[in-house]
């Protein structure tokens, strides 16, 4: 079993900046790929981004150029630091992994094995 503990959420306002981060126990491993995905009240989920133990990384369309996903193996940890803020990103952040990947349609077909509780952001207008 793998845990993942997120963290870092909160309320912005649009054109602001958050860092979420995760920290992951268990069993799990630095191979393992690690994403965020997220759900908008009243939506369906979809994939943030991805990054491998390779460190290459995939992100949604709607997020390219304003969230940036790393990982730092020595601390098992996952972030998303997150720029130019929009009200659309309104959504609860969930913090997941697994030994595969799927991710297709941009991030619109994710599937992770392991997932945390989330955290919420609220971005406002």
């Known amino acids: 079993q793998v845990q993942l503990v997120e963290s870092g959420g909160g309320s912005v306002q649009a054109g602001g900046s958050l860092r979420l981060s995760c920290a992951a126990s268990g069993s799990y491993t630095s191979r393992y790929y690690m994403g965020w995905i997220r759900q908008a009240s009243g939506k369906e989920r979809e994939g943030v981004a991805v990054i491998g133990g390779d460190l290459n990384t995939r992100y949604a369309d709607s997020v390219k150029g304003r969230f940036t996903i790393s990982r730092d193996n020595a601390r098992n940890t996952l972030y998303l630091q997150m720029t130019t803020l929009r009200p659309e990103d309104t959504a609860m952040y969930y913090c997941?992994?697994?030994?595969?990947?799927?991710?297709?349609?941009?991030?619109?077909?994710?599937?992770?094995?392991?997932r945390g509780q989330g955290t919420q952001v609220t971005v406002s207008s």
């Open positions: 997941a992994a697994d030994s595969s990947l799927t991710w297709e349609n941009g991030g619109q077909t994710v599937d992770f094995r392991y």
